[in-house]
């Protein structure tokens, strides 16, 4: 396992909240959350089911977005009867402070081989949670497996089973959790226990568990004469869900801008790990918190096309509707003369980008990675190594093939959202994104007409800024332009050279040092 410095760097603005994620000072994750963000994955929804597709073994449910959200029978929970009548009763609920969930009777289960029209005839209300969010021209993909996430433990209602995870190797430690959590798991809960719960005391397992259930009591109480589609329960915010998920003894630092997420983020660290309370500060130094943490920068240098590579290689990153690939070119510079060891050390370096990559785009599905050619069979191997080695740290589900005959390699990546997509090129100041500019021919007799009009106008002791190459177009020779204007206007005529100028930008000055507006 790969041990990294992590640092969480997170940006209030008035659209939104941006979420940095740094690894050894290295951007690897970003998140934006706009202010009015919905159907984010997590959220649960109360939807009308309003297609079956018997076809497709799957229904169309509204849940309040453009486009009808997709809910395959594969998804729909062991414990589907469950949840409708629980939707059901929740809804039509008359008792003064709630039924007593403790006391739900639970449904048979349906079999995993069934029928969706067998199960939602009637195009019943039913309680949802968005798997993925919308992507493309897909509305969302929903899911009727409910689950509600904490620090230590996930609780799915209407079953009693306790589940350990696999990360867990101990044998004891595995039975002392189960022990503690079946001690206080209320009835009609079934609870699966993290990777993070390991060595924690039952007093912290038992709070995490209280506050899911609690949850659960908020969810019934919200469905309480809900019509469809409502939101019936949000997840909670990215910055708190990130820390959730990520927060380990690596995570040395937490800088927030803004003062009520920042007392957010450490009231919830307290709660979580209250050793690790003062990793959190509050960012107030006048420049963009981005730009001062350098996250700015690798923004504009990590999206894109190109990525360079600092050996001197680059990645060409395309997408088309199918799959993306990423093409590794070896560039300028080679370390050896051994093209078999310069293929290796230059792959290698690549590999580690593209796992960067994946991880900061949040690239989905197919990805196909075309590296250079090696002979070597162990070679070959070591590569796919050492990409499985630099993807564990990806929360991401995914599988890495073994290189082709062709030399390509395959990687599946689990797609939860619409990749992040940012357009690093800036407006030309030259053409203002036209893509064209003002012929340099016609540029001479542009500056002499307006140095006519000018000498019209009164103006003496003029000076014109121009680029550097105009400059010397402009100067060169004993007989040059700015001697022939000079004579033709009877008076002295200054040419200045500006760096900062664009090819085709000139200005004019007078004897005062004050610029003419034309």
């Known amino acids: 396992m790969i041990c990294l410095t992590k640092e969480l760097i997170i940006n209030v603005a008035s659209q939104g909240v941006e979420i940095a994620l740094m690894e050894d000072k290295k951007l690897v994750e970003l998140h934006n959350e706009k202010a009015d963000a919905s159907f984010a994955v997590g959220d649960l929804y109360l939807g009308k089911v309003k297609k079956l597709i018997p076809g497709l073994n799957a229904a169309f449910v509204d849940v309040g977005f453009e486009k009808d959200a997709f809910l395959h029978y594969t998804d729909l929970s062991p414990y589907i009867r469950?949840?409708?009548?629980?939707?059901?009763?929740?809804?039509?609920?008359?008792?003064?402070?709630?039924?007593?969930?403790?006391?739900?009777?639970?449904?048979?289960?349906?079999?995993?081989?069934?029928?969706?029209?067998?199960?939602?005839?009637?195009?019943?209300n039913v309680l949802v949670q968005i798997l993925k969010e919308p992507i493309a021209a897909k509305g969302p993909r929903l899911s009727c497996e409910i689950s509600l996430p904490g620090r230590f433990v996930v609780i799915t209602p209407f079953n009693d089973v306790v589940a350990v995870s696999r990360k867990i190797h101990s044998g004891d430690e595995r039975k002392r959790l189960q022990k503690i959590i079946e001690a206080v798991k209320p009835k009609n809960f079934g609870v699966i226990v993290r990777t993070a719960a390991e060595g924690k005391q039952a007093a912290e397992l038992r709070e995490d568990l209280e506050s899911l259930v609690t949850t659960w009591?908020?969810?019934?109480?919200?469905l309480l004469n809900a019509v469809p589609p409502a939101k019936i329960l949000s997840e909670q915010g990215k910055a708190n869900s990130m820390l959730r998920d990520l927060l380990n003894e690596d995570f040395n630092r937490i800088v927030v801008n803004d003062r009520t997420i920042f007392a957010d983020t450490k009231s919830y660290i307290q709660k979580i790990a209250p050793e690790k309370a003062d990793i959190v500060t509050y960012y107030n130094n006048g420049s963009p918190i981005f730009d001062s943490f350098g996250v700015t920068k690798q923004v504009k240098a990590s999206f894109g096309k190109t990525v360079n590579l600092p050996s001197g290689a680059y990645l060409i990153i395309e997408h088309t509707e199918a799959l993306h690939v990423i093409d590794v070119n070896s560039g300028y510079k080679s370390v050896s003369?051994?093209?078999?060891?310069?293929?290796?050390?230059?792959?290698?370096?690549?590999?580690?980008?593209?796992?960067?990559?994946?991880?900061?785009?949040?690239?989905?599905?197919?990805?196909?990675?075309d590296f250079i050619d090696m002979k070597l069979p162990d070679n070959k191997k070591k590569l796919v190594d050492a990409m499985e080695q630099f993807m564990w740290t990806d929360r991401a589900k995914h599988a890495v093939l073994p290189i082709s005959k062709f030399g390509l390699m395959q990687i599946t990546r689990q797609r939860m959202k619409p990749e992040m997509n940012i357009n690093t090129a800036e407006i030309c100041p030259s053409c203002n994104g036209t893509g064209k500019i003002s012929s340099t021919l016609i540029l001479e007799d542009e500056i002499e007409k307006n140095l006519s009009y000018l000498i019209m106008q009164k103006h003496k002791g003029l000076t014109i800024f121009v680029h550097p190459i105009i400059f010397t177009y402009l100067t060169s020779g004993f007989i040059s332009k700015r001697r022939r204007w000079s004579w033709k206007y009877k008076q002295k005529i200054k040419v200045v050279s500006n760096s900062a100028y664009h090819l085709t930008e000139f200005r004019f000055y007078d004897e005062s040092d004050e610029e003419i507006k034309l």
Do not use: C, H, W, Y
Not at 84 to 105: H, P, Q, R, V, W
Not at 217 to 222: F, G, S
């Open 217 to 222: 009591k908020t969810i019934q109480a919200n």
């Open 337 to 369: 003369n051994n093209q078999e060891q310069n293929a290796m050390e230059t792959n290698l370096e690549a590999a580690e980008e593209v796992a960067r990559q994946l991880r900061l785009r949040d690239l989905g599905g197919i990805i196909v990675v």
């Open 82 to 124: 469950s949840l409708l009548k629980f939707t059901n009763i929740a809804i039509n609920d008359k008792t003064e402070d709630g039924f007593d969930f403790g006391k739900f009777s639970v449904e048979p289960e349906i079999v995993k081989t069934g029928k969706i029209a067998e199960v939602l005839n009637g195009r019943p």
